[in-house]
């Protein structure tokens, strides 16, 4: 952390919060020409296609988790809150393992391949998300404080049955699971890259639309309300928004816990600024600068002895001890 602070004192020196998203974003163009040409090999073609899809998925989780947890942590009024906090994530887990426990032995199923499961897994965890925030939210008052523990309490729920469910497997039907419930950049193929690309382009644009009120929503329900924002119906807005980011990442590559936890509060830190306007490009470019650097290296440093998504997950349960050690 020491590293972190000297590196915050000397751009807060010298560098305005524009100046900073430009270096940010240039440490990420230089880490892409990197991924995309060291060890070409022979068949260059196959190679750079590859890498372009695997490229192509980590921009898409990049800004999702990015941006996602920027705007969920505004809303919550929590910086140690993350999306997955919904149950989102563990819905996903219980949607592949029923799916398995059901499905055994029809390895040809359409739950198992591309387009049709992608678009049933995300409409079901989008689903969910509307089903808890519109009837939650008019039960409880629009308090989100108990939305989010209903929330977290319902994602226990699917995790304790997915467990349930994935004790009465055979090892062979596990071993699948296990293949689709951790989460991999290498699967995903061009039409789902394609069509997730469209959905967090038309999202990201309504959500910079609304970089000037997450400012407001930033300052609390109270201040909100009184400089006339009509909070309620911001919020629900936000939370379906996140819902769907979330749920197209984790229909695409899996679940991804922390990945967003470390990048908001590292953005916190080194956008300059505490205004939308900034805060999200920079989780944005921080991400990608996560994920690539920790490909690269996983790929030319451990020759791939460990997987990107447990790394980036044991280092984020770290941050996450810490930051809420440092509140208490």
């Not at 390895?107 to 079901?124: G, V």
């Amino acid at each position: 952390m020491q590293s972190i602070k000297h590196f915050i004192t000397l751009t807060e020196r010298y560098l305005t919060p524009n100046r900073r998203i430009m270096l940010y974003g240039a440490v990420a163009l230089a880490l892409m020409a990197i991924f995309m040409s060291v060890k070409l090999g022979n068949n260059l073609q196959y190679i750079l296609l590859r890498r372009s899809y695997i490229l192509l998925t980590m921009v898409i989780v990049a800004f999702v988790a990015g941006i996602s947890t920027v705007i969920f942590q505004t809303v919550s009024n929590n910086r140690i809150l993350t999306p997955s906090l919904m149950g989102i994530e563990n819905l996903f887990v219980l949607i592949q393992t029923v799916a398995i426990f059901f499905y055994s032995g029809t390895t040809n199923s359409f739950w198992l391949f591309n387009i049709i499961k992608f678009a049933i897994e995300t409409s079901l965890l989008v689903l969910f998300s509307l089903l808890l925030y519109q009837w939650l939210f008019k039960t409880v008052n629009y308090n989100i404080n108990l939305v989010l523990m209903i929330g977290i309490l319902l994602g226990e729920l699917f995790r304790s049955s997915s467990n349930l469910l994935q004790r009465l497997l055979d090892p062979n039907e596990f071993a699948i699971l296990q293949g689709r419930i951790f989460a991999t950049f290498t699967r995903a193929t061009p039409d789902l890259i394609a069509f997730s690309a469209i959905v967090i382009i038309l999202i990201g644009l309504l959500i910079w639309r609304k970089r000037y009120v997450y400012d407001v929503l930033a300052l609390g329900r109270a201040h909100a309300i009184n400089l006339g924002l009509n909070y309620q119906r911001h919020v629900m807005t936000t939370l379906l928004l996140v819902s769907i980011l979330v749920a197209v990442s984790t229909a695409l590559v899996g679940p991804l816990t922390f990945l967003g936890l470390m990048v908001a509060n590292l953005a916190y830190l080194l956008a300059g600024s505490h205004q939308h306007r900034y805060l999200l490009p920079t989780a944005f470019l921080l991400a990608m600068i996560a994920l690539i650097a920790g490909q690269l290296f996983l790929e030319y440093g451990l020759n791939m002895s460990a997987s990107l998504s447990v790394v980036l997950e044991f280092f984020g349960g770290i941050f996450f001890i810490y930051l809420i050690l440092k509140r208490f």
